[in-house]
């Protein structure tokens, strides 16, 4: 089967790590005969707007349903597009209008990546944050009363409905079932916020009753971001609610290493819509232009959507070759991040030549 590919490689640095994205993507499916088209899109960048004032066509909803996966690089350029125009009317329309409810993070620590972790090696850290994407604590729920007085009053709810509740919990628990260790940890807070978080711990429980081979415990999200930092090797697979997963995905990456490495997934199981696989990293203006931003962070994204669209062996394949590239750490190779003078071609062929079967 061709699986059709939508490329919006966005701003900056997205425009230079992608490419490399793709070199590997093509190696693989070169590799284990996969068929894969690409199609590019200039929009969802700050070019697209000088020359339309928008951020994206009317029409690009139509312009990409039809399309397996979306492969992003980066979107964002303040001297051009305000930051809340530029992701709110890109980024956070696909999610929303795709019904990207999963939101995906691997925490992996990898050999030769300087990460703040002592005594740890590649191996003890890997595990996945699965942030529910579309609900409880973002909710638009709330307002404000008495505007400007000193009985000035402010509210904003959490929204937690069963199915979105459940269909975030079947997908971790699934995840987990499909791993090794088989381990399942929730983020709550039930102590504290005394109605949702029960709500959520039930339904927990009452989807574990479906899944008696994965093991379940759960954590206060305080002491929960503790422990990623303390004892991250504990983790398996972790579940939390918007607001919760959104710190944790981020606290993991940082405690395993440079931002130019992490990927996510913003993924619509059911495959009623195209998932999206981008870099957590952004447009970096700091460094754009000059050919050093690390790719591997795109790279890995590439193994993510391979993975979605059923093809473990050529995930897999990439995700060893950047991980053996890494172990060799020859600074000619690495990019300056990852104290290396190499480039992001030089690193990213490296790479896309390592992918075997
Ligand atoms: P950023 O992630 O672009 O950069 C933060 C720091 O990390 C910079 O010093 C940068 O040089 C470094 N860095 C990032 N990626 C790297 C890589 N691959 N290799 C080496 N170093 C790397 O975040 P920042 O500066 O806050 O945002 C810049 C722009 O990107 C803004 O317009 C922001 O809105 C946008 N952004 C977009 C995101 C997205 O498309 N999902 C996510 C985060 C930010
Ligand atoms: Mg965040």
């Known amino acids: 089967t061709t699986h059709r590919i939508a490329v919006i490689p966005g701003d900056g640095i997205g425009k230079e790590v992608v490419p490399e994205g793709l ?3 093509e190696a693989a499916a070169r ?8 199609t590019h899109f200039d929009f969802a960048s700050a070019d697209y707007y000088l020359k339309h004032g928008t951020m994206m066509p009317g029409d690009w909803e139509e312009q990409l349903t039809g399309f397996d996966a979306i492969y992003f690089g980066a979107v964002g350029w303040p001297d051009v597009v305000p930051d809340h125009i530029s992701l709110w009317d890109s980024l956070l329309q696909f999610r929303r209008r795709f019904d990207q409810y999963v939101n995906l993070r691997p925490v992996k620590l990898l050999p030769g990546v300087p990460s703040p972790l002592a005594n740890r090696k590649p191996g003890d850290v890997d595990f996945y944050v699965v ?4 609900e409880g604590e973002y909710s638009s729920v709330g307002g404000v009363m008495f505007e400007g007085t000193d009985r000035e009053v402010v509210m904003q ?7 979105g509740v459940d269909r975030i919990l079947k997908y971790a628990f699934d995840l987990a079932s499909r791993r090794e260790a088989k381990s399942l ?3 709550t807070k039930s102590n504290g916020i005394s109605i949702s978080m029960p709500y959520w711990d039930t339904r927990v429980a009452t989807m574990a009753e479906n899944y008696p081979g994965v093991s379940v415990d759960k954590f206060h999200i305080d002491i929960l971001t503790a422990n ?4 991250p090797d504990w983790f398996d697979v972790v579940v939390a609610s918007n607001l919760f997963g959104d710190i944790l995905s981020d606290l993991g990456p940082a405690v395993t290493g440079t931002i130019g490495v992490a990927p996510s997934a913003n993924i619509n199981p059911e495959g009623l819509f195209p998932s999206l696989f981008e870099p957590v990293h952004g447009s970096a203006p700091d460094i754009a ?3 050093i931003a690390n790719p591997i962070g795109q790279i890995w994204c590439g193994a993510m959507m391979l993975e979605h669209l059923g093809y473990s062996q050529a995930a897999t394949a990439i995700q060893d070759a950047f991980e053996s590239v890494l172990a060799e750490a020859d600074a000619q190779v690495l990019t300056p991040d990852l104290g290396g003078h190499g480039t992001t071609g030089i690193l990213g062929t490296a790479i896309a030549e390592r992918i075997t079967k």
């Open 289 to 291: 232009g000059r050919g």
């Open 23 to 25: 070199r590997s993507l």
């Open 157 to 163: 709810e959490t929204v937690m409905t069963r199915v």
């Open 185 to 187: 940890t929730s983020a």
């Open 31 to 38: 590799i284990f005969n996969l068929d894969l088209e690409f």
């Open 131 to 134: 942030r529910e994407n579309t």
């Open 228 to 231: 990623f930092v303390l004892h």
